[in-house]
């Protein structure tokens, strides 16, 4: 959920932090207020391109940044930060993204940094943002088999075919390393013996290559770090004039007066802190200038260990699993390689024994994986009719009575044969794909081809009703999407009358479960909000800015006669009451 935005020097906003709660949010304001200017700032730290036309005029940096909470049951995004070492602070993370002038970009969570991937795959764990050109989840179709799964409740079970499938795969992977020819076994088996034995020689200890380059460091400068040393020491201790000798001198003549005046207590004590701390100072320095020695030897030594060490990196460090170290240090990417290599001699002297063995277990999970897929399979079928049917529904009541939506299951490969021939991947046997017809009489295609903005957000946010359904009813806080916050623009485009009574109830009641953000135009949608916010353009000392306020009760009602008719006349603003008391919800921005 997404708690604090900050944005600065973006666009026509030159220092803007807004604080956000649960439920629905809405944003409205004039036409060229810069409400797409907040969509645009959101999709920048949502991992959206960006060039140095975003940097406000006069400014050398754009950045936003935003103060997360991770939902304790939302497992991709929980999973992809504890894969990186990531730690949330009490249970929130910050998240910044900036561009330069110069066209130099820098993302960060909390101090780790990222690439625009990284951020990317990260916050559409935790965002979803709907509008013309805005990056969805939903439009890639490989969130499209994990979406049905949660919506069947068959999630754990999919992960549990998972864990099969890539133990059937380690298993045909250790076969077929024992199959290898007599003659090229020995070969592979020598030459892997002879790679443990070099690493096992080496004694390696994870880290080791970056303290060594540290000590080389140290040791390379030598004269710098003696000489910065020895002007430290004089200047501490060595001689009448140092700090070590003023601070004795001052403490003796603030005794004398102190023992006549005791009001010069207070300066008597910090002298005696200053002088103490001097003295501690000092101990710490002789001892640390004794033990200063240019060691050439030592020296000597510590290049031969690393340059060791980038030998056997250059040698194994890329054949480890993950490629070149694979996210790992030097030395545990060797050591990687060693127990792969360890590995492959095992299964490389496996007897003829050993081989059946492992073709039998090899066959029981071939079966176990035909049983899994089958009932995967059985499952997604009966799950896809029930979700086709109810987005359908739900996209009828939002202005779009054509509009079929359809849930494609296609066979991952030909199946004439049955079980001996069914093609699994690491989710089953199914190659799962949402599909729609946006009117009556139009073939079912791809979702990212849905043309209109308003079209594409109403699709979606009928498939997050359908996906949330379940959720609302029982009052949680999870969904079958995972996405904790959604943010909608250009929703209303096109529509009116029941179709955007429509959008606004289906907003609120996934406000119930979900965190929503949405850019509207409609009274009749913005008087559901939970929290409604007013977005401005101002002038200032020559410049336009854009603001964004939160709207007290009696402003919403300003507002909401605002959108109605233009104006704030008494007709406007009697409808405006009208409309919060029938749509309104209870946890309104309060006074």
């Not at 023992?259 to 002789?286: M, V």
């Not at 079209?455 to 995972?482: N, P, W, Y």
Request: proline letters at 2%.
């Amino acid at each position: 959920m997404l708690l604090e935005l900050s944005i600065r020097n973006y666009a026509l906003i030159e220092n803007l932090t807004i604080s956000f709660e649960g439920g629905l949010s809405i944003l409205t304001g004039e036409t060229g207020a810069g409400k797409s200017i907040i969509v645009g700032a959101l999709g920048f730290l949502l991992g959206a391109k960006a060039d140095t036309t975003v940097i406000r005029s006069g400014a050398e940096e754009a950045s936003v940044s935003a103060v997360v909470s991770v939902d304790g049951r939302n497992r991709d995004a929980l999973d992809w930060i504890a894969s990186r070492g990531i730690e949330p602070e009490d249970g929130s993370l910050t998240v910044r993204r900036g561009i330069k002038v110069s066209g130099r970009g820098s993302i960060w969570i909390r101090d780790a940094p990222l690439t625009r991937t990284d951020l990317s795959e990260f916050m559409s764990f935790m965002f979803d943002l709907h509008g013309q050109h805005a990056h969805q989840s939903l439009l890639h179709k490989n969130n499209h088999r994990r979406c049905l799964d949660r919506f069947a409740g068959i999630e754990d079970e999919a992960a549990a075919f998972n864990r099969v499938f890539v133990e059937l795969a380690e298993k045909r992977r250790s076969l077929e390393d024992s199959l290898v020819s007599e003659r090229d076994r020995e070969s592979r088996i020598e030459l892997l013996k002879f790679s443990v034995d070099e690493i096992d020689r080496a004694r390696l200890k994870s880290g080791e290559s970056r303290e060594l380059e540290a000590e080389s460091a140290r040791l390379a400068a030598f004269e710098k770090l003696s000489g910065g040393v020895e002007a430290a020491a004089q200047a501490l201790f060595d001689g009448e004039s140092s700090v070590l000798g003023l601070s004795r001198r001052a403490r003796a003549g603030i005794d004398s007066a102190a023992a006549l005046d005791s009001s010069l207590s207070g300066i008597q004590q910090r002298l005696d802190a200053l002088y103490y701390e001097a003295e501690d100072l000092s101990g710490e320095l002789r001892s640390y200038r004794a033990s200063l020695t240019f060691d050439p030897a030592r020296l000597e030594a510590v290049e031969e260990r690393l340059s060791l060490i980038h030998r056997l990196k250059k040698k194994y460090s890329g054949r480890a699993d993950g490629g070149e170290g694979g996210g790992k240090n030097i030395e545990d990417a060797i050591l990687a390689y060693r127990d792969e290599a360890a590995a492959g001699i095992e299964a490389l002297s496996a007897s003829e024994e050993n081989r059946e063995r492992q073709r039998a277990a090899i066959t029981a999970l071939e079966r176990e994986i035909a049983r899994r897929a089958a009932a995967l399979g059985a499952k997604r079928r009966a799950a896809s009719d029930r979700l086709a049917r109810r987005i359908s529904g739900i996209l009828g009541s939002l202005g779009m009575p054509g509009a079929a939506f359809t849930v494609n299951l296609a066979p991952k490969g030909p199946i004439p044969g049955g079980q001996a021939n069914l093609v699994c991947g690491p989710w089953g046997a199914d190659d799962v794909e949402f599909l729609i017809a946006a009117n009556r009489g139009e073939n079912a295609r791809e979702l990212r081809l849905v043309a209109s903005g308003g079209e594409l957000s109403r699709v979606m946010l009928a498939i997050k009703t359908a996906l949330t359904a379940e959720a609302v009813a029982d009052g949680q806080a999870a969904a079958a999407d995972g996405a904790e916050t959604l943010i909608f623009d250009e929703i209303d485009t096109g529509i009116g009358g029941e179709a955007a009574i429509a959008v606004g109830e289906y907003l609120q009641k996934i406000g119930a479960v979900k965190q929503i953000f949405c850019v509207t135009h409609l009274a009749v949608i913005a008087c559901r909000a939970d929290n409604h916010f007013r977005v401005e353009k101002i002038p200032k000392d020559g410049r336009t800015l854009t603001y964004v306020n939160p709207l007290s009760a009696g402003d919403r009602v300003n507002e909401i006669a605002r959108m109605l008719s233009g104006d704030r006349g008494e007709t406007a603003l009697a409808h405006a009451r009208e409309l919060l008391d029938k749509y309104g919800v209870k946890n309104r921005v309060k006074d």
